[in-house]
């Protein structure tokens, strides 16, 4: 009697959705949001919660949001030395302050214009596209006030793709996580020149290198690699070990599927020779194949 046994044949090239080498925590595996909290947890923008949950459906607040657009921003070691004074009559001493300080300084918040920044209040999802804007520099391109001419840029910008967040209402930790994702990998708004000559353009257009939060603030490596060796084919390897197209060793996490991506290009983002996450360029494709005492067949 013949058998079928499924296996995996041809790698093709297509578009793949993320995988990543990292724990994903249990109340956000199998959601909208698993791609989004399980990478910004990978590169160190957000955390988890120590019971294994995020917690996606609670709010979050706007001194919580200053501080992870300045993580993404990689200015948390400077936001530290901001802490003592601030121009927010409600911020002095709070735990908070040298984010919402820097996060001033750099021109991503204004208070609530009576010198208050309400930093215990929940950010809204208006609130959070407006700061993330200005954070990905494009203030410059802002028309219409606010916050019409915020989330029209954020659109035009595809920052609020696939976030389903509701102008007037509490942004969730969940929203957040999808809003901030999408912005790491948006080229950054850079201003060319200085005073009456300065002009702003979107980096990678107009002869300019991209720039985004991820490679250029969060010290990632982003690329496309094929996986050349894992441990099964090179004896070598430590049991956590690949090696990439480029000829080097680097480690992955817990939960890399090794067999997966053996010989298959992957666009991988690495971070200190760790690959802290990764999605497949190539489709998988399963193919089945018949046999019949010693007689291979392949189907088609």
Do not use: C
Request: glycine share 8%.
């Amino acid at each position: 009697m013949k058998k079928v046994l499924s296996l995996v044949l041809v790698l093709t090239l297509v578009l793949g959705s993320f995988s990543f080498a990292f724990a994903v925590p249990n109340d956000v595996e199998g959601t909208d949001y698993e791609s989004a909290v399980t990478r910004l947890m990978a590169v160190g923008v957000i955390d988890g919660y120590d019971d294994g949950t995020f917690k996606p459906e609670k709010t979050i607040t706007r001194a919580e949001f200053a501080k992870l657009i300045i993580v993404s921003l990689g200015l948390e070691d400077a936001a530290k030395y901001g802490a003592s004074n601030s121009n927010f009559t409600d911020v002095v001493g709070h735990w908070a302050a040298g984010y919402i300080n820097m996060a001033a300084a750099e021109g991503i918040v204004n208070g609530m214009g009576d010198g208050t920044f309400s930093p215990d209040a929940t950010v809204t999802f208006e609130q959070a596209v407006t700061m993330t804007v200005r954070a990905l520099g494009y203030e410059p391109a802002i028309t219409g006030g606010y916050p019409a001419g915020y989330l029209s840029q954020a659109n035009k910008i595809d920052l609020t793709d696939d976030v389903d967040g509701t102008v007037g209402a509490p942004a969730s930790r969940g929203i957040v996580a999808m809003l901030v994702d999408n912005a790491i990998d948006i080229p950054l708004m850079i201003q060319q020149g200085y005073g009456d000559e300065a002009t702003y353009v979107i980096s990678g257009e107009d002869d300019t290198d991209e720039q985004t939060l991820l490679v250029d603030r969060l010290d990632a490596d982003k690329d496309d690699y094929t996986v050349t060796d894992i441990p099964r084919t090179e004896d070598d390897l430590e049991d956590n070990e690949v090696v990439l197209s480029d000829g080097d060793t680097y480690e992955v996490l817990d939960g890399f599927n090794f067999e997966g991506v053996y010989g298959a290009e992957i666009e991988a983002i690495i971070i200190d020779d760790v690959i802290v996450s990764y999605s497949l360029n190539d489709d998988v494709y399963f193919d089945a194949i018949e046999y019949d005492d010693a007689e291979l067949t392949l189907i088609e």
